[in-house]
Each structure stands twice: as structure tokens, then as C-alpha cells.
């Protein structure tokens, strides 16, 4: 598969703009999956949650601008959600066939707190042409829970949007996808909004914590590798070590006890 990420710099409050944006970079080129960077379509810093209201679409809002544009592949753009009274930091997958996976940010990073509600769909792991995908966003990746969790539940490919400002995520993914043996695609963002700089350098990680693909810290662009996802299946890191049948899980339970 050719798997890629979009790293772009959206333009604050612009909703249109930044569609338009994702629309040119989506038809730019052949892929079998892309990946866009956290809500990418409304930029990041807001100051009051009218901001935010005034720039979140409905998920079948998205879904419908996207499925109305011929694209090859897979794309997973991220997005402000509006569900009811409610607002999500979200990312929706959706295929060339029209079908849509939608994932809520979980964990929550300092003032999204302020606008934005958790994530209330656990963490998706769908398939498409054979193949498993999981998803996170961004300060998901700081908990290894999260990334295990999708392991677990079969992922071949991890879809990780972000919008990155702490300086250690590209190299801790090293360590998430060599203790899953997944594959990780982060689409990060480039730019320095009210004062809040981003890290851009976006990755596209291997099964064994080896970096594939990274980009610049400060340049838009498209950026793609050929990979074999069934690697991810090939769990063995030892010839008598299975990272995933040497699990032992029932010493983990103080995990979900809070101890």
C-alpha cells in the first residue's frame, strides 16, 4: 500500500479555506491512504468556545464534501465536531466507497479541556481492503494504553492525526510501534498560531520503531512510502517471544482500577 500524511498549515477561523486546502492536496496525487493533521480544517488556538462553534461541522457535513470529490484512497482528516450541544475534537476515515469511521479524541490536551467534551466511542479499529486501521489523535499517543488498545484489537496501520507542540511525539512513536509492531502514519501541522508554535516533522513509523518517512519541521507538502501491512501481523520479537501471546493481562487489572 501507499500510505502517506498531508503535513499542511490551516488557516485559523477559515473553514472554507482550509477545505479547499485539503481538497487540492487530496486530488494531488495517487495513494491508497492519506492522513490530514488534528482539526484540520479550523485551525487550533481558539479563545472562546463561540469560536469553535462557529467553525465545527457535523461529521456527515465532512463526509458529504468529501465524498463529492474523486480521491483514490482512504483519507482521515481531523475536525471540530458538533454532535447535539456537544463539541468533539474529532478525525472520520472515509473511503473512496463512501463508508465513514468516526474516532473522538479520548484524551484531551491543556485548554481543548475548555471546549471540547472526551471521547465517547473508545477506540476504532475498522477494516478496509483487507486490512485493520486504528485511530488516535495527537496527546493519544502520550498513553500507552491507547496504542495497545488498537493493537489489540487487530490494527495493521495506525491513523494518528495531530497538531504536535510538545518535542517528543515523532520519537516516542518509535517505542509505540515497536512494542505493538504496528505501522503509524502521524500527519502533523507546521505554523505558529496566538503565540503556539507546532512541531511539523510528520512520520511515518514501522514495526520495528524504524522511521520511514519524516518531513520537514517548517513545509507543507505530501509525503508517502510503499509498505507491506501484513507485517504488523508477525508478532515475534524473539524466537520464543510473541509481543502479543506473552502478554499476561491479568496482572495488568490495577491498570483500569485507577491504583
Known sequence: ??????????????????????KALMTSEDYDVLVFPELATTGYVFENIDEVWNVAMSVDE????????KRPGLI????AEKYGDKLF????????????YLYRKIHLFDREKLWFSPG????????????????????DWIFPEAMRTLAVKGADLVLHSANLVLPYCQNAMTTRCLENHVFAITANRIGEERGVKFTGMS???GVKGDILL???????????????????RDKRIATLNNIML??????????????
Open 214 to 232: 519524516r518531513y520537514s519541521p517548517d513545509g507543507e507538502g505530501l509525503g508517502f512510502v510503499e509498505v507491506n501491512l501484513f507485517e504488523s
Open 203 to 205: 512520520q511515518i513509523t
Open 62 to 69: 465532512l463526509v458529504d464534501f468529501v465524498t463529492s470529490v
Open 76 to 79: 482521515v482528516i481531523g475536525f
Open 120 to 139: 465517547n466511542l473508545g477506540f476504532t479499529v475498522f477494516d478496509w481492503r483487507g486490512y485493520k486501521f486504528g485511530m488516535m489523535i495527537c496527546f
Open 246 to 259: 506473552d502478554r499476561r493481562p491479568e496482572w495488568y487489572l490495577d491498570l483500569t482500577r485507577g491504583v
Open 1 to 22: 500500500m501507499k500510505i502517506g500524511f498531508a503535513q499542511m498549515l490551516p488557516k485559523l477561523l477559515d473553514l472554507s479555506g482550509n477545505l479547499e486546502k485539503i
Open 89 to 100: 475534537n474529532s478525525s472520520v476515515a472515509i473511503t473512496p466507497e463512501g463508508d465513514y
